[in-house]
């Protein structure tokens, strides 16, 4: 049993992730001190004001009450005191997890072999934000609060417990209701909402963008009406997914709500007759009955602590599935190219991605010289990408031997949300505003520039000025320039332009790489820009179907005009686009 | 900002009875918390008056045994008033969500394809699908202790007047000061929270922009230096969010504050008066029970009061989107009345010295259009290709729209003139008559869900002969042949499952076949993601179009579709005349 337990506890991600957040106990004992101290304001203003009645009904000397009258004065400030102090303190203790957290992750996955696959999926990385504040909601919401409760309770359950050890029972099992299987119905509530209404929501999203994306398609086509009957129907669908949750969440509800009078309830049972046959007095009866009536603020937390550390430990579940599994750099260091001249050496180099373990590309040689540009064509899919990556040293090779270094340049190149000058300086920290004029002179963007409101200073990205496509391909060509890496491998740099500016930043990339003394390797789904590059490397499918793609022609652009049909074919289709 | 918007009553059929359903529930739950304090204080006092020293040790069994029952009963109507409100407030909030998103969404498709800002499909898809879920936690936790702040609160004051004058007058005192302080605490820090909250938000997605970067900054190799500006970022949207939190929670210090206090005075005040013989004590337990109650939902009322303003604030964006004009009457609507349009074969598309202002932009793409279309007689050899041709942004989609009657001109008109006689506007002629006659396979085509079989005939009988026909022609049987289950493949909503390209194909082979009935094909040139040999297949469908007598016209980008039209419209845009 216990080695199942560890085993279970192994896994949790929540517990995995628990280094990440670099956690200060002390921190949080003390918000968990300043969390009981509120509670017991709570209760004790409770406790003190049924004793001060019940006394006092007696009509005792007004001195002796004036200790009980004090006590219910100091308990009624003393709380928001406390309260405003443990907000603080655990919220406190959230944040520096929160920010920990963030600040390992980026460690773990810069450092780290996180393999391009996973680095390269967009949507994980964009849910690392809420994911990571999902985990840090667990310390506030969750944590601390349950900390609380089981001290503040099982401390309610022995002041009760003194005076009459039977009501303390009565106490515990009702808090043992509001706290443990309230909380456990409510979290399995949530959990079936979110599971079964996860494939019903996904629909409302999907039918919703459709519905907006395609609209006025639709209406032409006829089929707006059938379309909105779609997303009514899977309205509907959610809408019963959330009534099989609320069915559990209202038995959840209906616990928390009756427990606090059943507890006085059977308080008032016990100590009746306890208090009749007396052994408890009538000043005791009062503040054994009257004190569950405070005490069951403990537990009004829980229900959604428990459905918050669900979700928790499910965003902890995804973070902790994007960390890499190893450290280190997959392929490992990389053998200098064999003489200074060349740049980038591949030989019967084999290419695939390691989760599916399939070779994509087989058997590609390569050298690249200083001044020396490449193309690579072929239809998309072919593995043009896989490639490249594999030549920058990002993948490792699955056969073959690659020499030398190269800067892989994305065609989806992230844009920072920082200022032109500190885009460019990506590249390298020293770039001088004179060089970042220059590399933006290189790629045609000076006109752009300076139509910028406050030049190399001016924001770009999310909040910042807008870039148009191709003002963005053009920037990141221009920072791959400013890198020091003579070898540059570059990722379908005209996709999602027109044609003719596609074809003259080909054009331009080649003319750049001469003039500098660089390498350049270009994928590119169109032909007619190739015939600026030296060779041109033609994948295309193995001989069986299945079978890995190999290069299937390979020479200058002319040479394969006149001697591959389907590249002559294929390129006089593309039009006299290049010039006019 | 108002707590409830009244226009949600209005147009959401749903929210009305929602709130109906939390008031009467909120009725219930202040008349059982009534009758809980008077049952414990029934009990309760006598047997301590017994039992105190003095007392005669004896209580009337029978009235104590009555009110535990009535307690007991208490406990159970409180059970089943929360069970009720989870149970059915959750649905009755799924149901008015649901009523707002499919309102927002029927409305932007009616607004046309040219919606003002704010209401473009990525705004608009934003709001329905995460936005308007920020309406559930205000509907099942913030209006329900609203209502019970307006419901319980005042009834409990009440009954509290009834028993101890002065300590509902206490009550009363203490119950404005709440909103005033928290007022007060909120507008002295608003522009200090709001500073700081700006802060923050970019701290944080300054943090964020650099993990979206990772994969940029590995390649370079500079991934290193940063993870110590992250750290630092860290540190500074801690600071300063901690900042915001120490002013942000005070109003809720506040309130916890005044509130307590209030118990505890009334509690001390109570228990004087008890010890003078100024009160009895079955009244003095009931108001000591019922004190806390009186505050409780405001109390819950300011904790959840985020949920009020992410929900409020989802409710506006979405009555902005539902306040914008819809269509006027004079541009197509979906439901508008099935005009009778025109018969369009061998008739003629007239532009009219056509412009339309480009969005954003101080030029008119197109300008000053005219020409004449000749449509296909719609009999076999008597088809014709229409090419549109021009530099991009000059105006080919925006013709496109105005030719499907989707848009209407700025200036001049678009009209047809029918082989018969008379001229129809097709702005005004559109909508269904129009578009029952039309085909339009757009650079997107709208796919789905279906088997691929189900999606080319659209419901139309088609022979295997010809369906095989079509995808030959269109391609299709190659898209066919790496499809798991070929024609029998299910295609998911949008066209999941198929790439663009493929898409592309279903789209031409669908307006070949299963839209075979309607004489005009209104074809966006795919140029992105389609190589040479995908061209082909535009071309040979075009000339399977034209063969069957339709009448296509085309966005063309290349010179092999020009080459193949029968006409030729040149599009250009002009700098706009200043007005």
Redesign the interface.
Known sequence: MPESLRHRAARDPLLRLAPLLEIRWGRVARAVGLGTATLV??IG?AAA??W?????????P?LT?SV??VG??A???G???F??LE??AS??VA??G???L??N???R???GGAD?VA??R?DL??R??SDVDDVGDVVVRALIPAAVAVVTGLGSVLLVGIFLPAAGAVLLACLLLTGVLAPWLASRASRSVEQRGAAARG???????????????????????ER?DG??AA??R??AA??D???V??????????A???A??GC??L??PA??A?D????E??VV??TP??VFEVTTALPAAAVQLRRSREAARRLVDLLPATDGVPGGPRPAATDDATGLELEEVSAGWPEGGRTVLRDVDLTLRPGGVVALAG??GVGKTTLLLTA?G?LAPVAGRVRGEG????ED??V???TVLENLR??R?DVTEVDAREALAAVGLTTWLEGLPAGLDTPL???GTDVSGGERRRLLVARALL?PHRVLLVDEPA??L??ATADALVEMLAGLARTTGRAVVVAS?RLTPLAAADEVLLLGPGEAPGDAARVVARGTHDALLHEVPDYR????????TLRP | MRPLDPRLLRQARAARSYVLLTTALGVASAALVVVQAFAIAFVLGPVVIATSPGGDGVVDQGGTARWLAVLAAAAAGRALVAWAQERFGRRAATAVVADLREQVVDHAVALGPRPPAGATPSDVATLATRGLDDLQPYLVRFLPQLLLTALVTPATVLVVLGLDWVSALIAVVTLPLVPFFMWLVGTMTAGTSERRLATVERLGSQVLDLIAGLPTLRAFGREVGPAARVRSLGESSRRATMGTLRVAFLSGAVLELLTTLCVAIIAVGVGLRLVHGGMELVPAIAVLVLAPEIFLPLRRVGSEFHASTDGLAATHRAFAVLDLPADDGSRPGADREPETAPAVAGATLVLDDVSVRAPGRDVDAPAHLSARLALGTGLAGGGRVVALRGPSGAGKSTLVLLLLGLLRPDRGRVVVEPAADGRTDVADRAGRGWWDQVVWVPQRPAIGPGTVREVVTDGHDVDAAALAEAARTTGLDAVLDDLPHGWDTAVGLGGAGLSVGQRQRVALARALVGAADRPVVVLDEPTAHLDARGEQVVLDTVRAWRAAGRTVIVVAHRTSLLELADQVVDVEAKEAARA
């Open positions: 304001c709570a203003l004001a049924a001060l009645i019940a006394r006092a009904s007696q009509m005792p007004v009450l009980a009258t219910v004065r308990f009624g400030t709380r928001a005191f309260r405003y907000r603080l919220h406190g944040l520096r929160m920010a920990a963030r600040a992750l980026y460690d996955l810069a450092r391009v680095l390269r967009g990385l964009a690392v934000g629909e409302v999203a999907a039918r919703t963008l459709e519905l907006l994306e395609d609209g006025q398609q639709l209406r032409v086509a006829g089929r707006l009406d909105a997303l009514r309205d509907r959610l809408a959330t009534d949750g609320a069915r969440a209202g038995l959840s509800a209906a616990i928390e709500a009756g606090q009078t059943l006085v309830l008032l049972l100590g009746i208090a009749l007396g408890l007095a009538a000043t009866l009062a009955v009257l009536l405070a239809p998309s920058a990002l800067l892989f340049v994305a190149g992230h920072f949300g920082t990506v590249a920290a990205g999310s909040g890198a996709e999602h027109d044609a789904h074919w294929a390129t006089d289709r593309e039009g006299a």
